[in-house]
């Protein structure tokens, strides 16, 4: 949909009858609202290719948790000179 839109101080004014027919599709608006509104005709655990996306985003969820979790864990660290004192 390739609209542009113009907004002036004026305002555009009232439509006449004839303009707002040119605008009005009552059959656009009820396919765009069953479109939004029904469900998909296959569940997405049965669906191949929602499956496979869904498990993908899972295990790199997964992954990418593993590799913060790996940095924030402190590392080896050096122990404090002795004096020579013991």
Request: glycine share 4%; hydrophobic share 35%; no cysteine.
């Amino acid at each position: 949909m390739n609209t542009r839109y113009r907004i002036s101080p004026q305002g555009r004014g009232v439509l006449n009858e004839r303009q707002i027919d040119a605008h009005r599709d009552p059959k656009r608006l009820l396919f765009n609202y069953h479109r939004a509104v029904a469900r998909p005709k296959r569940p997405l655990y049965k669906d191949p290719r929602s499956f496979i996306a869904l498990l993908i985003i899972v295990l790199l969820a997964i992954l990418i948790t593993e590799v913060v979790e790996k940095e924030r864990e402190p590392g080896p660290q050096a122990l404090p000179q002795q004096n020579g004192r013991e």
